[in-house]
């Protein structure tokens, strides 16, 4: 019963990520789609949530002329750090994209 629970609770840390990495990229892409800088959309990904920003990777295609679209995605590494079930799981690689049109 115990096992069970602790892999529950996994589920639902990894879960939880994979909602905050979703919100990372639509973050990114927002900032992507405003301003021409390519770090602007890493800085937005990592003040996005909780993430831990040494486990995230942003990466930005297509910005073009105003209108072009541009895509972000993140990938993060989850670290499972529950007892017995983290060490059956590993890390786990969660991935969020988005696409939005350039504004400026």
């Known amino acids: ?3 069970l ?5 996994q589920a639902v ?3 939880r990520d994979q909602v905050l990495v979703a919100h990372a990229a639509r973050e990114a892409v927002r900032a992507a789609a405003v301003d021409p800088d390519p770090a602007a ?3 937005a990904a990592e003040q996005a949530g909780p ?11 297509g910005r073009g002329a105003v ?4 895509r ?3 990938r993060y590494t989850v670290g499972t750090r529950l007892p017995l079930v983290g060490r059956a799981l590993d890390h786990v690689v969660l991935t969020g994209t988005a696409t ?5």
Do not use: I, K, N
């Open 41 to 43: 959309a890493r800085r």
């Open 5 to 9: 629970l602790l892999v529950l609770v």
């Open 100 to 104: 939005m049109r350039v504004e400026r």
């Open 72 to 74: 972000a995605r993140v």
């Open 67 to 70: 209108g072009s679209r541009v």
């Open 1 to 3: 019963m115990a096992l």
């Open 51 to 61: 993430l831990d920003p040494d486990r995230m990777e942003v990466e930005v295609t």
């Open 13 to 15: 840390v990894v879960a």
